[in-house]
């Protein structure tokens, strides 16, 4: 299988080829999950013209199964529970709520450490493009998207460089607009589509958004 993308900010760039109707708009916002979307998302800011921040939100791993999400939690309380992965398991409430408790401060330590204490972005009336380096189940761009429209946005957009048929298909249920690029009719991992899908470091993450604010 030949990767679709060589790295994440390529795909960032291929990306921001097919969301250039939002170029040049003030009232575009780029919200990152991180950290994996960060560069991805730190592209697609830069050739819009448009404000970058990061959106923290945590995956719920499946005990025994870290890659199987069996829910997803994002900022503001939000907590999206995959009930088919939790049954099929058998996970009981009793460890779903110490994931959801470790994730919770995983969540509240990447929020302290990205911004450095700069405000979030205000996303009032405004078109939020919310970005990941891909979706396989979609369980957390869900949670995501259904932060973000608690903070009254005026149009929640979903873009992703490749994502699985089923993600794609569900997450146009829930935004108001949704782009991925790449639907491969097999699909496993996000990571088999990217020559170097390395870690995004937290480092990295800082830098980037330091980057974008210096720009702005």
Same mark, same amino acid.
């Given at each position: 299988?030949?990767?679709?993308?060589?790295?994440?900010?390529?795909?960032?760039?291929?990306?921001?080829?097919?969301?250039?109707?939002?170029?040049?708009?003030?009232?575009?916002?780029?919200?990152?999950?991180?950290?994996?979307?960060?560069?991805?998302?730190?592209?697609?800011?830069?050739?819009?013209?448009?404000?970058?921040?990061?959106?923290?939100?945590?995956?719920?791993?499946?005990?025994?199964?870290?890659?199987?999400?069996?829910?997803?939690?994002?900022?503001?309380? !939000?907590?999206?529970?995959?009930?088919?992965?939790?049954?099929?398991?058998?996970?009981?409430?009793? !460890?779903?709520?110490?994931?959801?408790?470790?994730?919770?401060?995983?969540?509240?330590?990447?929020?302290?450490?990205?911004?450095?204490?700069?405000?979030?972005?205000?996303?009032?009336?405004?078109?939020?493009?919310?970005?990941?380096?891909?979706?396989?189940?979609?369980?957390?761009?869900?949670?995501?998207?259904?932060?973000?429209?608690?903070?009254?946005?005026?149009?929640?957009?979903?873009?992703?460089?490749?994502?699985?048929?089923?993600?794609?298909? @569900?997450?146009?249920?829930?935004?108001?607009?949704?782009?991925?690029?790449?639907?491969?009719? !097999?699909?496993?991992?996000?990571? @088999?589509?990217?020559?170097?899908?390395? @870690?995004?470091?937290?480092?990295?993450?800082?830098?980037?958004?330091?980057?974008?604010?210096?720009?702005?």
């Amino acid at each position: 299988m030949h990767p679709l993308f060589a790295d994440r900010p390529a795909a960032g760039r291929a990306l921001a080829g097919q969301l250039a109707v939002y170029a040049g708009r003030d009232d575009v916002v780029v919200l990152a999950l991180p950290r994996g979307g960060v560069p991805v998302a730190f592209e697609v800011a830069r050739r819009l013209g448009a404000g970058l921040d990061v959106f923290p939100v945590r995956k719920l791993g499946a005990p025994g199964h870290a890659e199987l999400a069996m829910g997803a939690l994002a900022g503001g309380g !939000t907590l999206v529970r995959n009930d088919q992965v939790i049954y099929s398991l058998g996970i009981g409430e009793e !460890t779903i709520a110490e994931v959801v408790a470790a994730e919770r401060r995983e969540l509240a330590r990447r929020e302290d450490a990205y911004r450095l204490g700069r405000d979030a972005l205000d996303v009032t009336g405004r078109v939020v493009l919310l970005i990941d380096d891909g979706m396989a189940t979609g369980a957390t761009m869900y949670a995501a998207v259904d932060a973000v429209r608690q903070r009254g946005p005026a149009q929640v957009v979903v873009a992703v460089p490749v994502a699985s048929e089923q993600a794609c298909r @569900q997450m146009r249920f829930v935004a108001d607009g949704v782009l991925c690029l790449r639907t491969p009719s !097999t699909f496993f991992s996000v990571g @088999q589509y990217y020559a170097d899908f390395s @870690q995004t470091t937290d480092d990295e993450v800082r830098e980037l958004l330091r980057r974008a604010v210096t720009a702005g």
